[in-house]
Nanobody, 126 residues
Framework: VQLQAFGGGLVQPGGSLRLSCQVSGSTVSRPTMAWFRQAPGKERDFVAAAFRWSSSTHYGDSVKGRFTISRDTAKNTVYLQMNSLNPDDTAVYYC????????????????????WGQGTLVTVSS
């Protein structure tokens, strides 16, 4: 399974970016798809997830109301629309998927995901 993330870059505070992550080689029809981020010297934090079979979405407290996760099942792609960005959002953003068996209570746990993309750097700075 390969995940390839796109869309990172430099943006000014208050700006927007949209990240994309395309999944290939997976035999799971509808896995849970998520975004995590890791700032220098910090742990990997949960950002957002689209749970497998339901249409439910979940967000980390620091991005709720500003970020939106969505998925295009036909394209095996997950997106992260990021608005009102601030310097605290600066990090490497990783997309991840599971084996299709995740339970809802685990969506925020990075250990519950088996496949990871290479990461894309988002820098918010003036």
């Amino acid at each position: 399974v390969q995940l390839q993330a796109f869309g990172g870059g430099l943006v000014q505070p208050g700006g927007s970016l949209r990240l994309s992550c395309q999944v290939s080689g997976s035999t799971v029809s509808r896995p849970t798809m998520a975004w995590f981020r890791q700032a220098p010297g910090k742990e990997r934090d949960f950002v957002a997830a689209a749970f497998r079979w339901s249409s439910s979405t979940h967000y980390g407290d620091s991005v709720k109301g500003r970020f939106t996760i969505s998925r295009d099942t036909a394209k095996n792609t997950v997106y992260l629309q990021m608005n009102s960005l601030n310097p605290d959002d600066t990090a490497v953003y990783y997309c991840a998927t599971d084996t299709g068996r995740m339970i809802l209570s685990s969506v925020r746990n990075p250990s519950a995901y088996t496949n990871w993309g290479q990461g894309t750097l988002v820098t918010v700075s003036s």
